[in-house]
């Protein structure tokens, strides 16, 4: 039980399980790095992070840190979710396209409900629950130097 | 043009009339729905020598792993064949197609297919819990550990969708209003719709949003329910009481993430027209040819995706299609769900079997007070399975 996530955010996190397969992606994101994989043969991204690639099950893929940068892909205010633990403020859950061009899912936060929008400049930041650590997004201003 | 004919047919249909029965099963439910349907063939229950049934749990009873042996059980019927594949709730779509699959190659005769959920009576929130909450499971590794955390939910996963929809295609909430009150107005032609008062756009629009862009008169009902189907070769025809509704042609097809790199919005709709063309060419008709069409209405975004995804329309024109009055009954050039569908009439979870009980009785000629003069083809368009973007669609030609 995470009585400081639940009291911060609208969001109640279930702890995830990690494999073997998917401990490099968690063990980046204490380190905060974003991970995706690029296959060494076909040259294509992919995510979410597997044992081999998906495209041309032929090739390694490598281990590449995002940018974290991308823009929102899609969005929806969710204001009814009656799991267990949730409260019932409304959040957002968003598919970020990343500047790789990969699509992932994830909560926007910090962001006012009214001004989400496709296309709007968002990065990666990382909350830590208990025993790991998992990847967020907040908008950044459009027009800034993120150097 | 006259469509081509498989050597299969439905020769008995039946949906279970009732909308809530706590005082009943999901089991009982089901099974009065294979009574109503072995009548309704007139033929006999050890005649039936395939099985095909979906789990119901966790979101609408208890029959869970192992559903078509422990249904077949519990019917106390001997298939030689079964099925169960997982689709959602377009799942009865594909034990169609598996249904004339084996007839066509001659592995059996009779095919039940079953459905029975008490959803309601449960109080099980489908749409609005994350499917780990529901089922009691952990967020597993791969995908949920990448997904379900962030407290996703199939009505969140439908909005997502519908929001890119919307900016890829110009679609409206407005417009996407039309089909709810559209089925509403079917509804009230159909004594056994769970809602049959009349709803006006601003009532859609002003309902409370559940995962915008979607309100809750977006969202189908949840009921309970049962139905079933008897899908039979061509042979048995003679001993059966109705005349038969042949399945002309059929088509499926799936979609998912692409390692990360697929576009969700444009891949639902094409999904749906792979598993179209390929009904459309079996059966040898195009979409002027299909008089009243059955679309699994789950949210009313699914009705504008399988309208452009089937060729009803053009692509981002389904909103002007529903928004104009294309589905009515009442002068629609495609009279779409006349029983009410999903969002009005009966959703107890996986509604694909409903859409072929209502075809037949438009095709037959039984849909007293709803019926469309003259049906003589049909088509039955469902997606299902909404985790994300993993998603399945079936589609159907049936002819009288
Ligand atoms: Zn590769």
Not at chain 1, 18 to 39: H, I, M, N, Y
Not at chain 2, 135 to 158: C, H, K, L, N, W
Not at chain 2, 345 to 358: A, D
Request: proline fraction near 6%; charged fraction near 20%.
């Amino acid at each position: 039980m995470r009585s400081d996530a639940l009291t911060a955010n609208p969001i109640y996190w279930p702890q995830p399980e990690v494999s073997g397969e998917t401990k490099p992606f968690w063990d980046a994101c204490g380190r905060g790095e974003f991970l995706l994989q690029r296959c060494d043969d076909c040259g294509r991204f992919q995510y979410p992070y597997r044992g081999f690639c998906c495209h041309c099950w032929a090739g390694r893929p490598r281990d590449v840190p995002s940018t974290g940068r991308g823009t929102v892909w899609s969005y929806s205010v969710v204001r009814r979710n009656r799991s267990r633990g949730h409260g019932t403020e409304p959040y957002i859950v968003a598919v970020v396209e990343l500047e790789e061009g990969v699509r992932v899912i994830s909560n926007l936060m910090d962001c006012p409900l009214d001004d989400v929008a496709i296309g709007q400049p968002v990065e990666v930041y990382f909350q830590p629950l208990d025993d790991l650590s998992l990847p967020l997004f907040r908008p950044v201003p459009a027009v800034s130097d993120q150097g | 043009m006259t469509p081509t004919k498989t050597r299969a047919a439905i020769a008995g249909a039946y949906e279970h009339p009732t909308r809530f029965a706590p005082d009943k099963s999901e089991w009982l439910l089901m099974a009065e729905a294979c009574q109503g349907a072995i009548r309704d063939a007139g033929l006999r229950p050890e005649q039936i020598d395939a099985f095909f049934t979906s789990a119901t749990a966790p979101e609408g009873g208890w029959l869970g792993a192992c559903a078509s042996v422990m249904a077949a059980d519990y019917l106390n019927i001997h298939p030689r064949f079964i099925d169960e594949t997982d689709v959602g709730g377009a799942s009865f779509g594909y034990y169609v197609n598996r249904a004339v699959m084996g007839i066509e190659a001659g592995l059996f005769k009779c095919a039940l297919i079953a459905y029975g959920a008490t959803t309601r009576s449960l109080g099980v929130n489908v749409g609005t819990v994350r499917y780990d909450d529901l089922t009691g499971q952990r967020i597993s590794p791969m995908p949920d550990a990448f997904e379900q955390v962030y407290g996703t939910t199939v009505t969140s996963f439908m909005g997502l969708l519908t929001q890119r929809y919307m900016h890829d295609y110009g679609l409206t909430s407005e417009q996407l209003a039309h089909v709810a009150v559209t089925m509403r107005e079917h509804a009230a032609l159909n004594p056994d719709a769970a809602h049959r008062k009349p709803l006006t756009v601003e009532d859609v629009l002003s309902s409370p949003v559940i995962a915008s862009p979607l309100h809750k008169f977006d969202c189908c009902i949840i009921s309970d329910g049962a139905a079933a189907l008897l899908v039979v070769h061509r042979d048995l025809l003679p001993e059966c009481a109705k005349p038969p509704v042949w399945l002309a042609g059929f088509g499926e097809s799936i979609m998912h993430h692409e390692g990360g790199l697929g576009d969700w919005a444009a891949e639902s709709r094409e999904m749906v027209r792979r598993a179209c063309r390929q009904a459309f060419d079996m059966a040898g008709v195009g979409p002027a040819d299909i008089d009243t069409a059955m679309i699994y209405d789950a949210f009313t975004v699914n009705v504008v995706i399988d309208l452009e995804g089937a060729g009803f329309c053009g692509v981002g024109e389904g909103g002007a299609f529903v928004a104009d009055g294309g589905l009515k009954l009442d002068g629609g050039s495609l009279p779409t769900n006349p029983d009410g569908g999903g969002l009005s009439s009966n959703h107890p979870g996986r509604r694909g079997i409903f859409l072929f009980v209502e075809a037949t009785r438009q095709l037959r000629g039984e849909a007293d007070g709803r019926q469309v003069p003259g049906a003589e083809t049909a088509m039955c368009t469902a997606t299902g399975a909404a985790f994300l973007a993993r998603r399945g669609s079936a589609a159907h030609i049936l002819t009288r």
